[in-house]
């Protein structure tokens, strides 16, 4: 079992849909997660960290649900500028060490 | 978010040239920054873990010897790749972690391009 699984996609939606990715992890004592974006060519973004208490940061939502392993990425109101590659993260220890990647979600919003 | 820079953004070199990039985190101090390598259309790679004031952790597979890693002061880390070849040729990107809000987030700089001809 990979130890972070994210569904490669490609999720294709249109302007204005909301789209859920969901990533699973398999290390239980993991401590922080993050979503980061990562467009064609470029280095990822962090786009946001994933608390316990869930957050919200305008279209975005993030969900952590520790008993299933589970965390998940909302977007609603798609825009064609959110078209990019979506990376689960997972910091196993919680510290200055090094971070797991899932292998991305692919998200296309097309007009 | 935290601002990391990298230097060169991109290089072409020949052959069995050596190759030096700089990862630079311009407003926070970076105890431990970290090289990853990403092909095209695949995940990122981590190369190795660079403590500032020690030596770098290299992941398993990655010759010690051959990507050359310093972290001399708490802003700046860099990567030398020795001897080119062209399947060194690859997307290099650098990260630096930071401590905010109780989670240490990593903030990646833009990459360096590499082409060894």
């Known amino acids: 079992r990979k130890e972070v699984e994210q569904d490669p996609g490609p ?44 957050n919200e940061d305008g ?8 008993a299933s392993q589970y965390i998940s990425l909302l977007i609603r109101d798609s825009k064609l500028s959110d078209s990019a590659t ?3 993260v997972v910091n196993p220890s919680g ?8 292998t991305g979600t692919r998200l296309q919003v097309t007009l | 978010g935290a601002v990391v820079s990298q230097h060169p953004s991109r290089v ?20 431990t ?11 990122l790679m981590l190369m190795a873990t660079s403590n ?15 990507f050359l890693i310093n972290h001399a002061s708490l802003t700046l880390s860099t990567l030398t790749v020795t001897s080119a070849h062209p399947e060194d040729s690859s997307f290099y990107i650098c990260s630096a972690s930071g401590f ?7 903030y990646f700089g833009p990459g360096t391009r590499l082409t060894v001809t």
């Open chain 2, 12 to 31: 072409i070199c020949k052959s069995g040239t050596s190759v030096k990039i700089e990862c630079r985190s311009l407003d926070f101090q970076a105890t």
């Open chain 1, 11 to 54: 999720f294709n939606v249109p302007e204005g849909a909301t789209v859920a990715f969901n990533c699973t992890y398999s290390n239980s004592a993991s401590q922080s997660f993050f979503w980061y974006r990562q467009d064609c060519r470029k280095e990822p973004k962090l786009l946001m960290s994933v608390y316990s208490s869930g």
């Open chain 2, 52 to 66: 500032e004031g020690s030596k770098a952790t290299y992941e398993q597979g990655v010759e010690k010897d051959k």
């Open chain 2, 100 to 106: 905010d809000r109780g989670n240490f987030e990593q």
């Open chain 1, 86 to 88: 979506y990376l689960c």
């Open chain 1, 95 to 102: 510290t200055a060490s090094k971070l797991t990647f899932g």
């Open chain 2, 33 to 43: 920054m970290f090289w990853y390598r990403q092909f095209p259309k695949k995940s």
């Open chain 1, 59 to 66: 279209r975005f939502t993030a969900q952590l649900n520790r």
